[in-house]
């Protein structure tokens, strides 16, 4: 489901009933407000009744009251209008389907997504109008996946356009320098009750941990053909490939439980959504709550 462009449709539809209640049903309600407050007044007054301000009051409400198909259209554009502001241009809220990017970030985890950190981007067509920044080693970055842009897509930055990455047995180079990989202690599978080896990885000035088993051969089945796959070479112990202009390489943090450009390729810089920073509840766990890097 695209709520992007459903949230859109919502807003044009509520926007034109505004225009039309401040334009034109809204002058029409308050002439007849004034018309039944005038009748009123005439017939107190032929009565010799009094002018209760509280009468007059509830008159005026009655004929101002919008109908309800203004109130449900018109009346929630303002609400609406902030909502689609936020959600496009500000934070974007996603949640977290799989396991790829464990231990940073665990199933059922709401997290918000920075939509300008990367530049300003219209809602639906998804053009870049304002240039910010761009996604550097080391972030974690939500993309729509090239093979189905309708789905989004959360893994970590490992390179950017021009950058030589290399997966051999395990261990990550970077332009020709090593990663570096410290072991971390153990990670606790609630779900699974199981404990997994973890390590603390340096990509750029951003550590993390990562799960990941360096005692096995990082041969991969399952690769896709991809555009620009001529830039990999896939050998029985890893790859090596060189991201083309406008494309970035990323990965699962849960390395052998992640389908990510090591399999099905580049992410074009037009499919970025935005930069994940923030977990905002996970109702299975409270303190899961806060910044993530």
């Known amino acids: 489901m695209n709520f992007a462009l459903i949230l859109f449709v919502l807003l044009s539809v509520t926007l034109v009933a505004w225009v039309a209640d401040k334009a034109v049903f809204a002058p029409r309600r308050r002439r007849r407000a ?16 009094s002018l209760e301000p509280a009468s007059r009051r509830a008159i005026e409400d009655d004929a101002l009251r919008q109908p309800l198909w203004l109130e ?9 209008a902030v909502v689609f502001f936020l959600r496009s241009f500000v934070v974007e809220p996603f949640k977290i389907p799989s396991g790829s990017m464990i231990p ?7 997290i918000l997504v920075n939509k300008y950190a990367y530049g300003v981007r219209l809602p639906v067509v998804h053009t870049k109008v304002l ?26 930055v490992v390179a950017g356009p021009g950058d030589k990455i290399s997966y051999e047995n395990k261990r990550l180079t970077l332009n020709g320098a090593p990663v570096p990989v410290t072991p971390a202690g153990e990670f606790y ?47 029985s112990t890893g790859l090596t490939c060189t991201v083309p ?45 806060g910044r993530f890097q």
């Open 34 to 49: 004034a018309e039944r407050v005038a009748e009123w007044e005439r017939e107190q007054r032929a009565r010799g009744a």
């Open 72 to 80: 449900y259209t018109a009346g929630l554009f303002p609400v609406i």
């Open 104 to 110: 940073t970030l665990l199933v059922g985890d709401l």
């Open 131 to 156: 240039e910010v920044g761009r996604p550097k080693p080391g972030d974690v970055m939500v993309f729509r996946y090239p093979k189905d842009p309708t789905v989004d897509y959360i893994k970590r």
């Open 189 to 235: 599978d609630g779900e699974r009750l199981t404990l997994t080896r973890q390590y603390s990885e340096k990509l750029g000035e951003i550590e993390h941990k990562v799960l990941t088993e360096l005692d096995k051969t990082s041969f991969m089945t399952g690769v896709e053909a991809f555009p620009h796959r001529d830039r990999c070479t896939y050998t």
């Open 245 to 289: 202009p406008g494309h970035y390489f990323v990965m699962g943090d849960n390395r052998e439980n992640s389908l990510d450009s090591r399999f099905w390729g580049f992410v074009p810089e037009e499919n970025i959504v935005g930069k994940a920073f923030f977990v905002w509840m996970n109702f299975g766990d409270l303190k899961r709550i």
